[in-house]
């Protein structure tokens, strides 16, 4: 089994600004971040969509205490999102200050944009990650 977008050609496709997920052929179902399976029925059978990237807020949290050797992006606003294809994923939200950030964000529009993070101690070093903003 292999798969269909793998975690390479997704984070590809974020550093030109594009959110790619897949499509279960069965059910319909977009899932985002790229999985083997439909994250609905478990069906394999999956095509490579490309989302829009439009979604709106539906939580959040602001970090004060960065992870081992990202202390100097400390406080930044983590960002759950629902998109408009139906995925709920994360990324930070880097237009508004994070001393600012408060319950009327929950509900608000925002669009996808990507950028790419240092690597940590935790990681294989540097790679994209979905960032949002407050849609126009």
């Known amino acids: 089994m292999e798969y269909k977008l793998t975690f390479q050609d997704y984070h590809k496709a974020l550093i030109k ?24 029925c478990s069906d394999f059978d999956l095509e490579v969509v490309e989302l829009s990237g439009k979604g709106k807020i539906t939580t959040y949290t602001t970090v004060f205490v960065a992870a081992e050797g990202r202390e100097s992006e ?14 709920w994923i994360m ?7 994070p001393i600012r950030a408060s319950l009327d964000m929950i509900g608000k529009p925002v669009t996808l944009g990507a950028r790419i993070f240092p690597g940590d101690k935790y990681s294989d070093g540097p790679a994209a990650r979905p960032v949002f903003r407050f849609a126009e």
Request: aromatic share 4%; hydrophobic share 30%.
């Open 74 to 87: 400390a406080p930044y606003i983590i960002v759950l999102v629902e998109l408009e294809e139906g995925p």
């Open 17 to 40: 600004n594009k959110l790619m997920g897949l499509k279960c052929r069965s059910c319909g179902t977009v899932t985002c971040p790229p999985q083997m399976s439909c994250s609905n």
């Open 91 to 97: 990324g930070n939200l880097y237009d508004m200050d």
